[in-house]
């Protein structure tokens, strides 16, 4: 499957201030990079489609102003939360769509989780 | 939009005993199911998927049965291990992006 890396694991950060992250996909060029958000014991909640060189499509509900994403190459995505509160806490992660020899198997990096004094 | 309702929520279990895990889906256009596995802290890592052309795959002790009549899918761990404690999630897609379930917190005692 694909080699997916996201940086950084863990980040604390103090409300008002910006948290970027990182994701990388390391074995091939990724045009879809997609972000989700994962409360405590819930779900996947996806937040936005991330495509290399154009704006990021953004779900129902999602600020985009709040979180940024850039994918400004084919094996890097970034999301940036702006001016962060502590109801921004929490544990996000990057995925990356297969290629075309695993269709649209959908490969996670190991998560970012973010807390916001 | 698709929905997919996961069952159980949490299902505790010996060692060596075997696990199910089922899922329903509610869009009939959907045509590929995955099972992902995350361990505390950590991403979803896909342990198993299954495409609508196909009724049931197996991977070692993993397998995946779909029925797509009845819009359900099941994912089978046959001879248990602590290490398979984790959470499961089930998904669908179809021509879009995935729909997970809630998940399924599976606790394997020794």
New interface residues.
Partial sequence: ?AV?S?HPSRVICKSGTSVKIECRSLDFQATTM?WYRQFP????M?MA?SNEGSKATYEQGVEKDKFLINHASLTLSTLTVTSAHPEDSS?Y?C?VRGTVYS?????????T?LSVL | GENVEQHPSTLSVQEGDSAVIKCTYSDSASNYFPWYKQELGKGPQLIIDIRSNVGEKKDQRIAVTLNKTAKHFSLHITETQPEDSAVYFCAASGYSTLTFGKGTMLLVSP
């Fill in positions: 499957g997916v996201q997609f014991k819930q779900s996947l996806l489609t544990f992660i995925s269709g649209e198997k959908l490969f996670f990096g190991s998560g989780q």
